[in-house]
């Protein structure tokens, strides 16, 4: 071969002949074939390597070269190879790393194209799952796009993640110009070499192809010591380039890449790995990281490596189980004068974990950590021994009679058995001791072939309060040694002994299996007999019934029946279909038009359509699950479809049915075929969006600027528009006339449901949807309801509304401050008793402003959003109340809210004559008199068309 393209050095060592096959393997199958692979032997390496290594470049002596440069460290393998390259670039790898068939091309193509002296990108490594790989998250930006950077400072991954270890190659011009080396002193050089090359060469090129998969799991208890030297010298290099704030960023990223994940292996090192690595942590980890550094991390992350620090193995223990099981107390938490709340050790700001909210919580709704540490097994009978943790501003009431028993549930929840009281509990200041013997062949009485897992957990009551809590244990505290024989009811051939285990979750479990002679006799003729070849038939036949009975109720066949048969069905006369956000509320406008035509006394029949639950639905009228046989029926039969989002778009309306689109709100984004997202759909999938809005015969507009935008983005026509406004907002006009004849007070009755005090003010977040149609997902919320909790407390109440397809995801705070009404029925009833609506582009700002009320708009991504999504109108420029872009502004106009308030009178006034011009309080009124007038009499029908102008 000429001169190669790409060199690639291959470190033969871990992994033996297989680790080195595969990485050759990878190499040699390069689609770029002007690649020559180098493969550099340990001194002492096993003949069997050599062996490999030698036969592989006897099969391919114009490609593979073997090294044997008589060391043994890492760093000078890796030396021996750069020095011996001949390639245009040089790559390593360590044994048991693959190339991707393309990479060598990609790198190439990539360096030659940009003239880059360094060219890098993706990889993945081993989960420590079987074969699973996974590629680091950072990943995702940095290579999100193929790209060219002038220095590194312009992609800071590359040095503040360890993002150089494998999957790049350097020019060897550049090596040699720089006369870059591997450090032969630091055991992790690899996690040096990369920041240093990035450092000193010129241009970068970026390729978002993944490179080198096979990278190794990484442990950072294997050598803690090297690996804190390697980041040392990064920061170095970051320090002798002036980067102190890349510096501060490698901090983090080594917190969080190496120290929070080692603290997260804990319950899986024996005790001797915990007490070996938490020593060595305790002699190189104090002033490696700066503490505002450290005071960065979540507050479990950062407690966990602050007693990683320390070298308290015992106590990184327990924080593990509280990284590996979010939300439980697994340490003792101290109450100080001032409120702040910290983990056993403090007061330590690194300690302080106030911000979790378990001082919010009573005895009964906390998750504690109860520690097993002790379990031996004599026969049948078991010891066992733990604690239970206590913070100290709750426990156990101390005047009552304090009893625990432990209890085993089958691992479906179906069946348990519950043991006798234990017979020691000792509880003291930080929590309760308790130890007790059980016969666990006695208690335990499964019936064998489905029910052999079976978890542990403790209930302990005082005679008010009760708590369930798992038992944790490490993994190591149990082995084949603590075996008990087990009885199950239908014989011991289903199952001979009790094997404790700990699971993936740290809870201590027991399974029932079978050791002995007869058990494993009968498991295996059991499972003969359901694996030969008749059985598997019968197996095959039933599982295609199951098939068959599933494709009665998938979607595509209820659709084909529904427009098949149940369209030909007769209409059932003054039968009413309500449906409201898609059947996951009993709300809205579709609820003031029932409630309008029940309050009348029409003689209708409605049916209600939920999507899962029902509760809080009315128990007065028919109720029908979306999707189900009911609901087709319901729709095929029904004389009227009211709602408020849009009834299946495959599903026809029945000729002689009257549908009532109340629609959901007026429109700031652009919606139907203004959206981008519909613009770009092919031809079928508009013209099935255009059908379905051609279902309409009636639709709700409150203003012209509705005319102007919905009903011209979805294409309606003039006779079908309805101008009465939105029924659901009459209550809203009612409470504003409420508030000036009478005044604010007494609240509605819905505030002492949600136990709001009249001291407060009532602030409500509503956020706009973020997703897209069919994703459904818990959010985070933009505003930090915590830090709201903590500013506002104690002059607002904080209610949080999640759009009806998200659900919110909030922070434990002090009772009263912050309340989620996401599942809340009728959002009206909520805007009724808000005193300041907190929003950002929803369409809950448009009916809010009826009420008169301050609005604020939280809009952290306003630019971005509008972008993104499309606007029918400059928000700044229209705007109801004050546009803040961070927390900080937020809270400011909430802190001087009637400034604000005085401010935006004008403005508020004009927003709600403009979009809500046909609001006048009667719409519900004006709905059922122009679209139920036939079931009206004849003196209290009003003429149509041109309702509610």
Not at 365 to 371: K, S
Not at 424 to 443: C, E, M, Q, Y
Not at 696 to 709: A, G, I, K, N
Not at 901 to 916: K, L, N
Request: charged residues 30%.
């Amino acid at each position: 071969m000429s001169t190669p393209d790409v060199s690639c050095v291959i470190t033969a060592g871990e992994g033996g002949e297989d680790a080195l096959a595969a990485s050759l393997e990878s190499v040699l199958d390069q689609s770029l074939r002007a690649v020559e692979a180098l493969v550099v032997l340990p001194a002492g390496a096993p003949a069997g390597l050599r062996t490999a290594a030698g036969s592989a470049a006897v099969r391919s002596p114009d490609r593979v070269r073997v090294l044997d440069p008589g060391t043994d460290g890492a760093a000078s393998l890796r030396n021996a190879g750069l020095d011996a390259a001949l390639g245009t670039y040089v790559l390593v790898l360590d044994a048991g790393e693959r190339l991707q068939r393309h990479a060598c091309r990609n790198l190439w193509e990539a360096g030659t194209r940009t003239r880059a002296d360094l060219v890098a990108g993706r990889w993945s490594r081993s989960t420590g799952e079987g074969s699973k790989e996974r590629e680091p998250s950072w990943q995702q930006p940095l290579f999100a796009r193929s790209r060219t950077v002038a220095r590194f400072t312009e992609a800071p991954e590359l040095a503040v993640r360890d993002a150089l270890v494998t999957g790049f190659c350097v020019r060897r011009a550049a090596l040699e110009r720089h006369a870059l080396r591997y450090d032969e002193d630091l055991t992790h050089s690899e996690v040096l070499f990369g920041p240093l090359v990035a450092a000193v060469v010129g241009r970068i090129a970026l390729v978002r192809r993944r490179i080198v998969s096979g990278r190794a799991a990484p442990d950072a208890g294997r050598d803690l010591a090297g690996l804190v030297e390697a980041h040392r010298r990064v920061c170095h290099v970051l320090a002798a380039q002036g980067l102190a704030e890349l510096r501060e960023e490698r901090d983090k990223s080594f917190l969080l890449d190496h120290l929070v994940p080692l603290v997260r292996t804990f319950p899986e090192r024996p005790v001797a790995a915990r007490e070996r690595v938490a020593a060595t942590a305790a002699r190189v980890l104090p002033d490696v990281v700066p503490e505002r550094v450290l005071l960065t991390l979540p507050p479990v992350e950062r407690v966990g490596v602050r007693l990683l620090e320390r070298g308290d193995a015992d106590g990184v223990l327990t924080a593990a189980y509280a990284l590996r099981r979010r939300g439980v107390v697994a340490a003792p938490l101290s109450v100080q004068d001032d409120g702040r709340v910290y983990w056993q050790g403090g007061p330590d700001p690194v300690l302080d974990v106030t911000e979790l909210g378990h001082q919010y919580r009573p005895f009964d709704e906390l998750t504690l950590m109860n520690r097993v540490t002790r379990y031996e097994a004599h026969g049948s009978r078991v010891l066992l021994a733990g604690r239970l943790v206590l913070p100290s501003h709750t426990g156990p009431a101390p005047d009552g009679r304090l009893t625990a028993r432990l209890e085993f549930r089958v691992r479906d929840g179906s069946r348990a058995f519950h043991a006798p009281p234990v017979d020691s509990l000792r509880p003291d200041a930080t929590g309760i001791s308790w130890s007790t013997g059980l016969d666990v062949t006695r208690l335990l009485r499964p019936f064998g072939p489905r029910d052999t897992v079976w978890d542990a957990r403790m209930v302990v009551e005082d005679g008010r309060t009760r708590s369930v809590s798992d038992l944790f244990a490490a993994h190591d505290l149990v082995g084949p040694g603590e075996r008990s024989p087990a009885r199950p009811r239908l014989g011991r051939t289903t199952g001979d002994t009790w094997q404790p285990y700990v699971t993936l979750r740290d809870h201590l479990a027991l399974r029932l299996e079978a050791r002995h002679r007869p058990a494993r006799t009968a498991r295996g003729l059991v499972h003969y007999a359901t694996h030969f070849r008749p059985a598997r038939r019968v197996r095959l036949a039933l599982r295609a019934l199951g098939r068959r009975r599933d494709r009665l109720h998938a979607r595509g066949f209820k659709v084909a029946v529904y427009r098949s048969w149940l369209l030909r069905l007769p209409r059932r006369r003054g039968s009413v279909v309500f449906e409201s956000h898609m059947g996951t509320c009993y709300g809205d406008s579709p609820r003031a038009v029932h409630e309008e035509v029940r309050a009348r006394g029409l003689r209708l029949r409605p049916v209600w359509v939920h999507a899962d639950s029902t509760e809080g639905f009315p128990t007065d009228v028919r109720l029908v699950r979306r999707w189900s046989w009911r609901y087709l029926w319901a729709l095929a039969r029904a004389e009227y479809w009211v709602d408020n989002q849009g009834f299946p778009q495959n599903l026809d309306k029945p000729s002689g049915t009257t549908y009532l689109q109340t629609w959901h709100g007026s429109a700031y984004k652009r919606m139907g075929f203004d959206e981008t997202r519909v613009r770009l759909q092919n031809t079928p999938q508009r013209e099935r969006l255009q059908q379905a809005v051609h279902r309409f015969d009636h639709f709700l507009v409150r203003s012209e600027h509705d005319e102007r935008t919905l009903a011209r983005a979805y294409r309606l026509p003039e006779r079908t528009l309805l101008r009465t406004g939105y029924p659901r907002n009459d209550v809203l006009l009612a409470a504003r006339a409420r508030d000036e004849a009478e005044g604010r007070l007494p609240r509605p009755a819905l505030a002492a449901e949600l136990g709001l005090p009249d001291h407060r003010k009532v602030v409500l977040y509503a956020p706009t949807f973020r997703g897209r149609p069919g994703t459904r997902r818990r959010q985070r919320l933009l505003l930090d309801a915590a830090r709201f909790a903590e500013r506002f407390g104690d002059t607002y109440t904080l209610l949080v509304r999640a759009h009806y397809l998200e659900a919110a995801s909030l922070p434990a705070c002090p009772p009263g401050t912050v309340v989620d009404v996401s599942r809340h029925h009728d959002v009206s009833e909520i805007l009724a008793l808000t005193d300041v609506l907190v929003t950002d582009y929803s369409s809950i700002m448009f009916d809010y402003a009826l009420l008169d009320r301050p609005i604020v708009l939280f809009a952290p991504d306003l630019d971005a959003y509008a972008a993104e999504r499309g606007s029918y109108f400059d928000l700044r420029e229209k705007a109801p109340g004050p546009v803040t872009a961070t927390e900080e502004e937020l809270f400011a106009v909430l802190a001087r809210l009637k400034t604000a308030e005085t401010e935006f009178q004008e403005r508020r006034t004009a927003f709600a004559e403009e979009f809500g011009a046909y609001d006048r309080g009667d719409a519900a009124r004006a709905v059922v008199d122009t679209v139920f007038a036939r079931h009206l009499a004849p003196s209290r029908t009003v003429p149509t068309g041109e309702a509610g102008r």
